[in-house]
């Protein structure tokens, strides 16, 4: 079946931008998980749904950073005023239920210039 | 704060021979690591994990021993393909409560099999 997907693959923005990235999580699966990866590092963890509900938020940086999972399948992650330490690789994974094998997604290349 | 660590940025084996990926946590909370594997441009693969009540767990190729006292775990690939080649990635996660999901990952080492 398919795998998660995210789009766009690729985001260039301007400094003080707003930009919105998705993610279609695996169909069936009620975790989902946004991770954001910067140039030589490890996946960093933002945030996690439980459903419609994030059960841990601490990963956000501040309150710049928003997400959302509304009908508890497609997630957005939305970024206000950007900047350019926001560049990274942002990851999308999702699982059966908290706690199984987090399937990851190709993730979306943000570039703030 | 790193709470997992790979202080091993790259490492370069012999098509056939022994790999030997090395990972360092802090967070006594942790009861599971796991082990992910990413290619350029796509997003990391699972690839075997371990539950801290167990010090060693093996799948085909593949073995991740655990040594809680030192908090530290290895990933044995043997015999290594140059399919192997790619980054991998230590990954953590606590025993329970709201960050049960989450994951804490170390930085990555980039491993190269040469023919």
């Known amino acids: 079946g398919a795998g998660v997907s995210q789009t766009p693959s690729n985001k260039v923005t301007e400094k003080g931008k707003y930009v919105e990235l998705r993610c279609d999580p695996i169909?069936?699966?009620?975790?989902l998980y946004w991770y954001r990866q910067s140039l030589g590092q490890g996946p960093e963890f933002l945030i996690y749904?439980?459903?419609?509900?994030?059960?841990?938020d601490s990963g956000l940086p501040n309150d710049r950073f928003f997400a959302v999972r509304p009908e508890g399948s497609v997630s957005t992650l939305k970024i206000q005023r950007t900047e350019r330490g926001d560049s990274a690789v942002y990851l999308c994974?999702?699982?059966?239920?908290?706690?199984?094998?987090?399937?990851f997604g190709p993730g979306t290349r943000l570039t703030v210039l | 704060d790193q709470q997992v660590k790979q202080n091993s940025p790259s490492l370069s084996v012999q098509e056939g021979r022994i790999s030997i990926l090395n990972c360092d946590y802090t967070?006594?909370?942790?009861?599971?690591f796991l082990w992910y594997k990413k290619y350029p441009a796509e997003g990391p693969t699972f690839l075997i994990s371990?539950?801290?009540?167990?010090d060693k767990n093996e799948d085909g190729r593949f073995t991740v021993f655990l040594n809680k006292s030192a908090k530290h775990l290895s990933l044995h690939i043997v015999p290594s393909q140059p399919g192997d080649s790619a980054v991998y990635f230590c990954?953590?996660?606590?025993?329970?409560?709201?960050?049960?999901?989450?994951?804490?990952f170390g930085q990555g080492t980039i491993l190269t099999v040469h023919p």
């Open positions: 994974a999702s699982s059966l239920t908290v706690g199984d094998e987090q399937f």
């Open positions: 169909s069936g699966h009620t975790a």
């Open positions: 749904f439980q459903g419609t509900g994030a059960a841990d």
């Open positions: 967070n006594s909370m942790f009861d599971y």
């Open positions: 371990i539950s801290s009540i167990k």
């Open positions: 990954a953590a996660r606590n025993a329970g409560g709201t960050s049960y999901g989450k994951l804490t």
